[in-house]
Every structure is written in C-alpha cells, then in structure tokens.
C-alpha cells in the first residue's frame, strides 16, 4: 500500500490542528503545554486510512517564534496542506510557510480554506481570490482547494477524496538511495528503552538492522519498529517511523541527527549549495554572513561565502554560495534545506547541496566552481560523476561517491560503468578519475622517467618508490601499483627489479665507460674477499678524485649487472669471489657431522679479518646460505 506524507502548514489559528483531528480524529497537539495554552508549539502526528493510501499527517505549529519546529517537520513531506482561515485569509505564516514550502521543492499539494462555518459565500469567494494571487506561478497554482468547516464537518469528506485523489498522483519514492531517517523526536518509552520517530525520506528500516545516528557516528541496534502506531518488521521511504533502538540511551539522543547505515555518510562542515533567496528579504545574502541552516530535522549555525563575484545573492535572485558550518552535519547532494537569519530570525533562502565535500575556493575559481556546481544538481548521474571525479586528483572510489550523492552501491556501479563507456571518467586502482587527470598523471610520470634517462644516461631508471614519492604521494598503494600496470601494459614503461625505465632505453656505456668498467670489475676480482672501498677501488682504476661521481655510476652499472654485490653499505665483492668462498664454505660444512661453523674457523677458512667475516656472515645468513644458532652458524645443504 503507498504511504504519504502530508504536512500541514499555515498561520496560527487558522485550523491546522482542528483540521487534522477532524480528519483523523486524532489530537496532534500533546505536549501538557499545547493543550493547556491550545496552541500548537512542536509538530505533531496522526494518520488516516484512505483505501489504496496510508496518509501520514505532520502538523505544524503556525506561530513565527516555532518556525524552527515547523521546518523540523515540513522537510520530509510529499504533500502540503496549506490551511488558510476563511474569516482571516492570507497572513504573515501563511505566507512564510508556502514559501519555505516552494524553497523546500514541495511538488504536490492542496488549499484548504478553514472555518466555513464563519463566513458567508461573498466572503469564501474573496479569499478564493486571494489565494489564487498568493499561488499563481507556484507548486500550487492549479491544486485544489477545499473548503471547510471543521465544526460542522461539512467539505470534510470531499476533502477526504481529494486528498486520495492527489495522493495516488503523488510518484511513490525512488528507490535508489540508501536509507535515512533524520530524527524529529526522541523520548525513552517504559518497558522499550529510547525510542526515535521520523519521516524515513530513502530506504528502508528491518527489524534487527545495525544503524548510526549521525553525525556521531554512534552504532545502534533496531530492536522494534512502528508505522501508523503498528508493530512492523519493515518501514519503507514515504513512511513516518517510530523506531526502538538499543545500545543507546535518550539522553543521547537528539532532534536533527539521522539514522543511516553504517560507514556510509561521513559528515561534514563545509557544504557548496545553489541557493534562492526570498523575493521579500530585507536584503541580500552577503558572504561573511552568519545564518542559520535547516536540514532535515536539524539546525546549525554557518557562515556564508557567495560563490558570486558580487559577493552576495539579492532578493528575488538564485545563486551559489558556500556555507562554513559551526557543527558538522550530514547531507547529500540534492538535498534542500532552508536558510534563516542568524537574530531577529527570518526566513531568507532556500537551497540545494550540490556538493557535500568541497574544498575552499579562491575567488578567481568561482566561475568555473559555479559551472561544476550546477553540473552535479543538473547533470544526468554519468555526468554527476564526472563533475565529482573532476575535483579528485587523488580519485574518487564508489564509497566516496555514495557519500556524495547517496545512491544505493547498484545504481553507483551503473553509473560509473556508463560514464567510462561515454569515456568521461577512467579507472585505476578501484579509483575514478576525470579522463584528463588520469591521462596528465601518466604522461607525467613518463615524462619525468625520460627526463632522467637524459640527465643520467648511465642509470637503468627511476625507482617506484621516488616516482611514488613525486607524483602520488597521497594516493593509495594500490592506485599507485595499478597505474604503474597500465603503464606497463600500454607499452609506455619497463619495470625491472622495482625501478622503471623507458622501453627503448639501453644503458649507453661508451667505448670509455666500458673501458673504465672493465677495470673496476677486475680490480674487484682481484681483491677476492679483501673488498676495496669504493674510493680505493677507483683509485686502483684509476679515477681521479674529480671524476669520482661518474666512477661511481659506473660501478652501479656493474652493480645493475649483477658482476658486483653488495654485502654491507658501500662494501662490494665480485660475484665470482662470493660464488668461490660459498663453494668452500660447503665443503667445509660437509666433513662436520653437525653443518657448523663459528667466526673464527670462518676466519680462517676465508682468509680475512673480522672487519669483513662478520657483514659476510650476516650477508650468507640473509642469502640463507647459512643460519645462526647460537654462536654458531649452520650451513644449509645447496639445493
Ligand atoms: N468555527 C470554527 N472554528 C474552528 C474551525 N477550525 C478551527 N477552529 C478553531 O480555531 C482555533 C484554532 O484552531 P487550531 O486548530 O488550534 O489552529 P492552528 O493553530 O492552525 O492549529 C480553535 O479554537 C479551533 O476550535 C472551524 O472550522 N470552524
Ligand atoms: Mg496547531
């Protein structure tokens, strides 16, 4: 069956409440204080049963000093009542709260003109008037309105098949986001523990779910769930929603957080919105200003940054703006919410985020900020996408996409699917990036590896780890590794033993180099185990103390070759040297019953001092030719 939320919304007085009660027979007004002063102070509740439709009324409190309250409740409804009094017509909050209507993007509604009893027909048809000039051009201008009495009773049942009538056109709510409940009432029920109530706007909420209410962050279980006062195993989006949860207590609990699954909506502080401002504000909304932010059920104070070269958004005027929040908040892109002035408290703006995660601006950006604002409100979803892996240089994996936009992990998979067929986004390493980006990040590292061939002609290349360091010093490992792949498998890079050159490049070791190589190779083999240090190597070859640098890329090409190795900081020996010990080393260990040998006999077998048998121990212990035990060490048998 389709569940509906209607809000009431109305100046105070006007009937609301008694409107509500005539229709459900439910009082919505239960705090001890509304029905001792009668007048409605917080939102309240009710429900009807239309046949094919389950209507779940909100009803708000009309008085400007509850405008906070009232905005509370009219974020998650479908449908609007806007109750006006016959005797009274249009009236300051009559008129507030049609336009907090129209800026909350409210699609669907009704007028129902009050206390028919009051008034004669000359009088009913004055305020038909004055209505249709108050809605022309609106959400409402051609919705139905009723007239009643809630007295009487009379207009209530036609009332009544309007209402099912405009219901059953309302389009039932998508099913494409994950679920959220921002919390409108908290309060701990005897024998149940702390129990929330709200409109659940996305998803759905089972029996047993693991939740957290944001934006704390703090883990919860549903231990019962009621729509329409019901026991139920499941709400669905559309639904007013009372939910009992368990690791928690009520005094943690407050109006404004929302219920979500968890490690899904970080929150934030720092919100980009498309914002209209109030054709009647007093005046314009100016960067540097302090409002108040309404979304969902919750309130926070935020500084305004217009994203306009003028600075500010005039009356009348639509614009972007970016809001610095004092406390952070949670909220996806396309969500509305309304602006108040920070004191005396007006209604100024309403708004759309476009983007829940923005960095700041600088001023000559805002063009082209504003450009990608609206792409991400107006964009089909590749497009939104691409807006949002625009401002990724390190990438946007699907989870942050979900905390940006809030769809269910399918639809993002689609998306995201779609956009790299259209070629507008690329992948690496599970991240999205723009094309561009991904592109210029490749050609970099390319760049930079040929570079260095030209500068060092003698090295085989640059290692990962210092191309890691240069060009994705923030990103993932893995995204690291996988462009690294790409590169390989597109035929632009070699990698070989962790560092990556050029296809083409070949070592040029000219007819001198090579000359000068074949020395220091010999000078190493010659010494056997008695290593020279590098300096008394090339001075054995000899280098002059000026060409010392370039002697030394020399022997990293005998290094790179394999013909030199290194046992211990800058102390090499020739392979061969190392090959001819290891073989006399084993046939050692062969005539002792137990493998062993200690430092000295080592000594002595190799003929040299301590200085160079305990780093070739070391270096035999880590090439597990042989293995410490004690103060001796076991040769391994060579297989
Ligand atoms: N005569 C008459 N009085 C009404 C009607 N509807 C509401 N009232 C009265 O108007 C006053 C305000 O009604 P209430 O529902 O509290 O207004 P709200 O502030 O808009 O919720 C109450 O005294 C109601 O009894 C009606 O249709 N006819
Ligand atoms: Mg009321």
Redesign the pocket.
């Known amino acids: 069956m389709k569940s509906i939320i209607v809000g009431t919304a ?10 509500v009660r005539a229709l459900t027979g439910i009082d919505a007004d239960r705090l001890p204080e509304e029905k001792r002063r ?3 102070i917080d939102i309240g509740f009710a429900d009807l049963d239309l046949g094919e439709v389950r209507v779940g009324f909100v ?1 708000v ?2 008085h400007e000093k509850f405008v906070k309250n009232m905005l509370a409740g009219a974020h998650g409804i479908d449908l609007v009542a806007l ?1 006006i009094a016959a005797d009274e017509s249009v009236m300051p909050q009559t008129r507030e709260h049609f336009e907090i209507c129209r800026l909350l993007g409210v699609q669907h509604g009704l007028v129902v003109l ?5 008034v004669d027909e000359e009088m009913l048809a004055l305020v038909r008037e004055e209505v249709k000039g108050l809605v022309a051009g609106s959400f409402l201008d051609r919705a139905p309105v009723v007239a ?4 009487t009773g009379e207009g209530v049942d036609e009332l009544k098949s309007t209402l099912r009538e405009i219901a059953l056109q309302v389009p039932a709510r998508s099913e494409e986001f994950i679920t959220r409940l921002p919390i409108d009432r908290a309060f701990t029920m005897s024998g149940f523990g702390a129990v929330v109530t709200g409109t659940l706007i996305t998803g759905a909420i089972e029996e047993a779910d693991e939740l957290v209410l944001l934006p704390v962050g703090r883990r919860v279980r549903v231990r019962g769930l009621q729509v329409h006062g019901s026991k139920v195993r499941r709400a669905t989006a559309g639904q007013r929603t009372a939910v009992n949860l368990t690791g928690i207590e009520t005094g943690e609990l407050e109006r404004g957080m929302v219920l979500a699954p968890p490690n899904r909506f970080p929150s934030t502080q720092i919100i980009d919105a498309r914002v209209t401002v109030l054709e009647d504000a007093v005046r314009s909304l100016r960067s540097r200003q302090r409002v108040r932010v309404h979304i969902g059920a919750a309130e926070a104070l935020a500084r305004v940054r217009a994203l306009e070269m003028s600075g500010e958004i005039k009356p009348g005027a639509s614009g972007f703006l970016q809001l610095r929040l004092e406390a952070p908040v949670a909220g996806v892109i396309g969500d509305r919410f309304i602006l108040r002035s920070y004191s005396p408290q007006h209604t100024i703006a309403g708004g759309v985020i476009a983007d829940p995660f923005p960095p700041k601006h600088r001023a000559r950006e805002v063009a082209q900020v504003r450009a990608r604002l609206n792409r991400l409100l107006d964009g089909s979803r590749e497009e939104k996408v691409a807006a949002l892996v625009d401002n990724a240089p390190n990438g946007l994996n699907p989870a942050g996409i979900v905390a940006r936009t809030g769809w269910r992990d399918q639809i993002v998979a689609a998306a995201v699917e779609s956009a790299r067929a259209q070629g507008i986004i690329a992948e690496a390493g599970g991240e999205f990036f723009a094309t561009g980006t991904l592109a210029d990040l490749k050609q970099n590292m390319v760049k930079d590896i040929r570079a260095h061939h030209a500068a060092e002609p003698l090295s085989r290349g640059l290692s990962l780890e210092i191309l890691r360091g240069r060009h994705f010093p923030h990103a993932s490992p893995d995204l690291f590794r996988a462009v690294v792949t790409d590169l390989q498998q597109d035929g632009a890079l070699v990698i070989e033993k962790d560092i990556a050159r050029a296809p083409e490049h070949v070592r040029a070791v000219s007819g001198e180099d090579a000359a000068l190589r074949d020395r220091l190779e010999e000078v190493y083999r010659d010494a056997k185990l008695a290593a020279p240090s590098i300096a008394e190597a090339l001075s054995r070859a000899g280098v002059a103390t000026s060409q010392q640098q370039h002697g030394r890329k020399v022997i990293q090409v005998l290094i790179d070759s394999g013909r030199l190795v290194r046992v211990d900081g800058e102390m090499f020996f020739h392979a061969s040297a190392l090959d001819d010990m290891i073989t006399r080393l084993r046939a050692f260990a062969a005539s002792k019953p137990n493998r062993a040998i200690d430092v000295a006999e080592f000594k002595e077998l190799a003929g040299i001092s301590r200085k160079y048998a305990i780093p070739l121990l070391e270096y035999l212990d880590r090439e597990k030719v042989t293995r410490r035990e004690g103060d001796k060490r076991v040769v391994t048998s060579d297989e």
């Open positions: 109305g100046h105070i007085d006007h009937g609301k409440t008694a409107l009668g007048i409605t009803d409190p009309g109750v009050t206390k028919k009893d009051l009643v009495s809630s007295r």
